[in-house]
């Protein structure tokens, strides 16, 4: 089983990133995936879900601002950040499950700062 995230970096407030998590080693079609994130010095947060039939879950702080999405051809889960806060500095992570407890990979750090 693997996951390797992209996409992250230094982005202003207001700003937009959009994060890539390919999987490999697990059936990625019949999966809920999830993204998390951690903040220096405070715990994994649930950040989005996707089940295997598009049904998609936001935390209420991402609602409006995130889209989480999927494609099963390519094994590869995206989430879709826009307005972004210096609150949404964290490293991201994509997790196998529908919580953020799953396997997950190395993670991407996104950095929001003017």
């Known amino acids: 089983v693997q996951l390797v995230e992209s996409g992250g970096g230094l982005v202003q407030p207001g700003g937009s990133l959009r994060l890539s998590c390919a999987a490999s080693?697990?059936?990625?079609?019949?999966?809920?995936m999830t993204w998390a994130r951690q903040a220096p010095g405070k715990g994994l947060e649930w950040v989005s879900n996707?089940?295997?039939?598009?049904?998609?879950n936001y935390a209420d702080s991402m609602k409006g601002r995130f889209t989480i999405s999927r494609d099963n051809a390519k094994s590869t889960v995206y989430l879709q950040m826009n307005n972004l806060k210096p609150e949404d500095t964290a490293v991201y992570y994509c997790?196998?499950?529908?919580?953020?407890?799953?396997?997950r990979g190395q993670g991407t750090q996104v950095t929001v700062s003017s």
């Open positions: 997790t196998i499950g529908p919580t953020r407890w799953g396997t």
């Open positions: 996707i089940y295997s039939d598009g049904r998609t």
């Open positions: 080693g697990f059936t990625f079609s019949r999966s809920a």
